[in-house]
């Protein structure tokens, strides 16, 4: 579904592209109607006052010309304050997002970008958000100075490390575009590519069943849970093959070498990528290593733990 491009811009494909695009053409149109005025000029006078046969004197040094003078500062001033306030209508819509927007999560990164939706949906270098919907990005980068750029939408900010930074667009039809990274940041930066993909609002509705699996949060967190830890862990207090999750986060574990720890974020994901690292006091050490579980499925899991009270 990519949009067709045009012959002077590529598609106008955001809420504000129109707008960016008028502006442009405004000034566009006045330069080149001062180009025609000022080397027409050139050329005319250059003509009219040639030097007509070799004995022609020079012509006598003119003053100035009160009237001429006057028109040629007031016109262009009213011109430049036009522009101005019609630029700076455009740079408020750009900047000012509006309070309904559904906030994204996008880190930059050599060379890949992240999208995160506001349910944690994420798909490896695409942006999918629906049609007819504000949509603000919340941007960082992890390392050096990145730049988002759709062509499509006229929309461009830096992503910077170390701050926070955010564009919004509005998409008012289904389509894919093309998403840029416009700051030089390394060797790969010509291949920093991503997609925007917009869908129409019942695609997106239904995204967790099509093509976003949610892959952070405790609702992930309890679904890993039940495929893989639940033949072996209960939420219950109940012991099975390992110890029950129930009361987990935080609590003191005493260790078969005879140590204590507390259980945290570091233990946890120990205790999942090396099982036999810890073994827990009267249990076999027959937990098997997850090698297939990424570091937001534990992040996951760890905030699941945290419900289990
Ligand atoms: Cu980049």
Redesign the pocket.
């Known amino acids: 579904m990519d949009t067709p491009n045009g012959y002077w811009m590529p598609p106008a494909a955001s809420t504000v592209a129109q707008s960016v695009d008028d502006l442009y053409f405004v000034i566009f149109w006045l330069c080149v109607v001062f180009f025609f005025i000022v080397t027409g000029g050139v050329v005319y006078f250059a003509y009219k006052y040639r030097r007509k046969h070799p004995d022609q004197l020079a012509t006598q040094q003119i003053g100035h010309n009160t009237l001429l003078e006057a028109t040629w500062t007031i016109i262009p001033a009213i011109l430049v304050i036009w522009i101005f306030v019609l630029g700076f209508r455009v740079y408020m819509d750009l900047i000012v997002a509006p309070g309904d927007s559904l906030e994204y999560q996008v880190t930059?990164k050599?060379?890949a970008w992240d999208f995160r939706d506001p349910d944690g949906c994420s798909v490896p270098g695409e942006l999918h958000v629906p049609a007819g919907r504000p949509v603000k990005l919340t941007m960082r980068?992890d390392d050096?100075?990145?730049?988002f750029y759709i062509a499509d939408f006229r929309v461009k900010q830096d992503?910077l490390p170390g701050r926070y930074s955010s564009v919004w667009f509005q998409a008012d039809k289904p389509g894919t575009h093309n998403i840029q990274?416009?700051?030089?940041?390394?060797t790969s930066?010509s291949n920093?590519f991503a997609k925007v993909v917009v869908h129409t609002p019942e695609e997106f509705a239904n995204r967790a069943q099509t093509f976003c699996k949610v892959t952070v949060g405790k609702e992930h967190g309890e679904k890993l849970y039940k495929n893989q830890c639940a033949a072996c862990h209960t939420i219950d207090g109940n012991r099975l093959v390992g110890p029950s999750f129930k009361g987990i986060w935080g609590r003191e574990g005493k260790m078969s070498d005879g140590s204590k720890v507390i259980v945290d974020e570091n233990y946890i994901v120990e205790s999942i990528r090396i099982p036999t690292a810890k073994v827990v006091e009267g249990y076999p050490p027959a937990m098997p290593a997850f090698p297939t579980l990424t570091n937001d499925d534990i992040a996951s899991i760890i905030e699941y733990m945290k419900t289990l009270k």
């Open positions: 930059a050599q060379w980068s050096v100075i990145h730049s992503v990274c416009t700051e030089y940041c390394g930066h920093m």
